[in-house]
């Protein structure tokens, strides 16, 4: 079993930074990839970006290309999201997720953290 926690969302400006921490237990961190999920009122969970198991590769959905980093560091089981210059459209509900092979679809994901808030302002 893997159990993800989030944490770092909250109420920013546009144009500010906000850097979320997905905190994994388990003893599978490390052959696990992971996604960054963000979900809107009444809409389906959308694909944020990834990070492979061993953290070489990422992908970012063409939105947040240039913008949002992605990380990993196993010594503190934690998985990063890195987002800069926010935009109000980046507002909503972040979910971490994980799975053994990197996967644009919500659906394929085996573990979800419980999500945090991320409100960018105009």
């Known amino acids: 079993q893997m159990r993800l926690v989030e944490y770092g969302g909250g109420l920013v400006q546009a144009g500010d930074s906000l850097t979320l921490s997905c905190v994994v237990s388990g003893r599978a961190f490390s052959s696990y990839g992971f996604g960054w999920f963000r979900q809107y009122p009444g809409k389906d969970r959308e694909f944020v970006g990834s990070i492979d198991w061993r953290g070489r590769l990422t992908d970012y959905t063409d939105s947040v290309k240039g913008r949002f980093t992605i990380s990993r560091d196993s010594g503190k089981n934690t998985v990063t999201l890195q987002m800069n210059n926010l935009k109000p459209e980046d507002t909503g509900e972040y979910f971490c997720?994980?799975?053994?092979?990197?996967?644009?679809?919500?659906?394929?994901?085996?573990?979800w953290g419980q999500g945090t808030q991320v409100t960018v302002s105009s």
């Open positions: 997720a994980a799975r053994l092979t990197l996967s644009y679809s919500a659906d394929e994901y085996e573990y």
